[in-house]
């Protein structure tokens, strides 16, 4: 296959061109390595759903909170999956495999995930910003009483309209982020590159096969719905299958010139 390449002259990372098709590849050998160590991959994946659990117990669907929860996962998803790239990783190097052990790469390069996050928590103070803006706008108040919304749904006060400028605007600042973020967290953790220099090789692969990572936003986007949708308890499975294939999704989208 004919790959074009484009020297970060920040990183030492290539931006790779693969085909269209290729992000089902990412998730076949996501499912391979899945099935490898599936007691440690699923117990990534049951934090992250206990995570949600609980968010969602207290919140339940208040805008303001469940903005908060999603603006979390913005910001806990890639941190989280950090684990299972590491899994992935050692697997390819055939290294030992453990839950300890899979924590490694949190620890390998500290400093660099720490700005990252950062990064990923200010885009998510963004969108709740600018959400409470639009409900501002539109809505006349804030948002609807606390009271009135906390377990109940704030989409039955909403028009569609509203809802949709809503949504609108988290499409908008999470496509940010995954433009951000596609390849950064696996990136840091193979080659110890700076936090900037993670998102600015996951820009210039998005640029560099935007159809392909418009089909690879898209399986994320149906596979965390079909997660969201069963309560979070797919995501038990969901959430590793999709941290194996990111791993796979950055080896194959980037090439390492150091």
């Given at each position: 296959?004919?790959?074009y390449?484009?020297r970060?002259?920040?990183a030492?990372?290539d931006s790779?061109?693969?085909?269209?098709?290729?992000?089902?590849?990412w998730?076949?050998k996501g499912?391979g390595?899945?099935g490898?160590?599936p007691?440690i991959s699923?117990?990534?994946?049951?934090?992250?759903a206990?995570v949600?659990w609980l968010a969602l117990l207290v919140?339940s669907?208040?805008?303001y909170?469940l903005?908060?929860?999603v603006?979390?996962?913005?910001?806990?998803?890639?941190i989280m999956?950090?684990?299972?790239?590491?899994?992935?990783?050692?697997?390819?190097?055939?290294?030992?495999?453990?839950?300890d052990?899979s924590?490694?790469?949190?620890?390998?390069?500290?400093?660099?995930?720490?700005r990252?996050?950062?990064?990923l928590?200010?885009?998510s103070?963004?969108w709740?910003?600018?959400?409470?803006?639009?409900?501002?706008?539109?809505l006349?108040e804030?948002?609807?009483p606390?009271?009135r919304?906390?377990?109940?749904?704030?989409?039955a006060?909403?028009?569609?309209?509203q809802?949709?400028?809503?949504?609108i605007?988290?499409?908008?600042?999470a496509a940010?982020?995954?433009a951000l973020s596609v390849?950064?967290?696996p990136?840091?953790?193979?080659?110890?590159?700076?936090a900037?220099?993670?998102?600015?090789?996951?820009?210039?692969v998005v640029?560099?096969?935007?159809?392909t990572?418009?089909?690879?936003?898209?399986?994320l986007a149906l596979?965390t719905g079909v997660?969201?949708?069963?309560f979070?308890?797919g995501?038990?499975?969901?959430?590793p299958?999709?941290g194996?294939?990111?791993?796979?999704a950055?080896?194959?989208?980037?090439?390492?010139?150091?």
């Open positions: 296959m004919e790959t390449l484009h970060s002259h920040h030492h990372l790779r061109r693969v085909g269209f098709f290729r992000p089902f590849l998730l076949a499912a390595d899945l490898k160590y007691k699923f117990a990534h994946g049951l934090i992250v206990a949600f919140t669907m208040h805008v909170a903005a908060a929860v603006s979390g996962f913005m910001l806990i998803g890639p999956a950090a684990g299972l790239c590491e899994i992935s990783r050692r697997l390819e190097n055939k290294q030992p495999v453990s839950f052990q924590l490694s790469g949190l620890s390998r390069n500290q400093p660099a995930l720490f990252f996050a950062g990064f928590l200010g885009f103070l963004l709740f910003v600018i959400s409470a803006l639009v409900l501002m706008a539109t006349g804030v948002a609807p606390l009271d919304t906390m377990w109940g749904d704030f989409f006060f909403a028009s569609p309209m809802s949709a400028l809503y949504l605007v988290g499409g908008l600042l940010i982020v995954f390849v950064a967290i990136a840091i953790i193979d080659s110890n590159i700076k900037l220099d993670a998102a600015f090789i996951s820009v210039r640029s560099d096969n935007l159809l990572m418009m089909l690879w936003a898209g399986l596979f997660g969201i949708a069963t979070m308890i995501m038990i499975v969901i959430f299958l999709l194996h294939a990111s791993w796979h950055y080896r194959d989208l980037v090439n390492n010139t150091e």
